[in-house]
């Protein structure tokens, strides 16, 4: 028998945080709907089991006190368990039902959600209670028949000589699998699993400052486990849509504006439309291409804490390359008002685009 701590990947000793930490990374890992391995589906229920064990203190004690594994003692401890875990496992038959799993959606959501955050209306198709039995598993008028073989323990106890001399072991009833129980007449609108699939409506708030990749946790939404058995989570996995204007940089909206030569001389103010509504800029006499004007707080929310981060604009001057003979005039004359200045020759230096790609990530 696989020992739980094992399972999981953690030490005897492990706080419940670490416990559940490395339950969520296996689950990630191992669930059908993300792992379609031929192995995965079992490995996942040993994970799941492991985890409703561990994570339950009086449960987890128990364990602790029976339990294989991380003993040093590995050959009596098999010699105890064969002979002497009987009376742990007699209990009591085991139930029909069990907590769901856990499932997988992924979701787009546009730039300008992620601003402030939004609600979304999803369809999922999940198990869900069978109305017909609400989870009993039996026709209507019927109910479980106690297992004549076992007697409702869900238990056979057979009598084994060994070195020790007769021993008493039992295992789990092969007519009732332990259940102790007959569904001796079905539901048959789930065929006595107490649950069937069905899409259902789930409305979602997706916070701000969600970026891609990031998975939001639905407690309790996912699948209803069978016989009416808890519900799994449902695991939301983030995909923000590319926007033809506004790029992010962490919690910074990124964007160029082209200015007008003349603008960039003389310095001009402009209004255009952010994601959350107009944004005034002013554009400052002698502004050159790749100068960076910062709006503040007219970023994304942070997606912990307070606050937003900022609009970081690029700036590109754009140079006429037709002009009239008015135009010309006035440009010669423009000239021959200031000093010549001869054309200097200088280090080659990159293009604009790499310029501000480079002053956006050193702001």
């Known amino acids: 028998m696989a020992d739980h701590y094992q399972i999981l990947g953690v030490e005897r000793t492990a706080t419940p945080e670490e416990i559940k930490k490395a339950y969520r990374r296996l689950a990630r890992e191992l669930h059908p709907d993300v792992n379609p391995g031929p192995d995965a589906n079992e490995q996942f229920k040993l994970v799941t089991h492991a985890y409703d064990v561990l994570s339950d203190p009086q449960q987890r004690e128990q364990y602790d006190l029976g339990g294989s594994g991380g003993t040093g003692f590995g050959g009596f401890g098999d010699i105890f368990e064969t002979f002497f875990g009987a009376a742990q496992r007699s209990s009591g038959p085991r139930s ?195 100068d960076i004007i910062t709006v503040k707080d007219r970023g994304v929310t942070h997606l912990r804490g307070s606050g937003r981060g900022d609009l970081r604009l690029g700036v590109q001057v754009v140079t006429p390359t037709k002009l009239d003979s008015r135009a010309q005039e006035l440009i010669k004359q423009f000239a021959s008002s200031r000093k010549k200045t001869e054309p200097t020759l200088m280090q080659f230096q990159q293009g604009l685009f790499q310029k501000l790609r480079d002053r956006f990530l050193n702001l």
Do not use: W
């Open 96 to 290: 029909r039902r069990e907590r769901g799993q856990d499932a997988l959606l992924r979701i787009e959501v546009e730039l300008a959600d992620v601003v402030f955050g939004t609600t979304r209306e999803l369809e999922v198709d999940t198990a869900v209670v069978c109305e017909s039995c609400e989870g009993s598993c039996c026709a209507k008028g019927t109910s479980p028949v106690t297992c004549d073989i076992c007697q409702g323990s869900g238990q056979i106890q057979r009598s084994v000589r060994s070195l020790l001399g007769n021993v008493m072991t039992s295992s789990p009833c092969g007519t009732c699998r332990g259940y102790g129980t007959i569904i001796a007449n079905p539901c048959p609108n789930c065929g006595g699993q107490g649950r069937v699939r069905a899409r259902r409506k789930v409305s979602v708030d997706i916070p701000a400052g969600v970026e891609t990749g990031l998975r939001l946790q639905l407690a309790g939404q996912g699948e209803v486990g069978p016989a009416g058995g808890a519900n799994g989570d449902l695991y939301l996995e983030v995909k923000v849509r590319h926007h033809d204007i506004f790029s992010r940089s962490g919690d910074d909206l990124l964007a160029t504006l082209e200015v007008q030569m003349t603008d960039a001389i003389l310095g001009t103010a402009t209004e255009f439309e952010g994601l959350d509504g107009p944004v005034s800029v002013e554009v400052k006499a002698g502004t050159q291409s790749a």
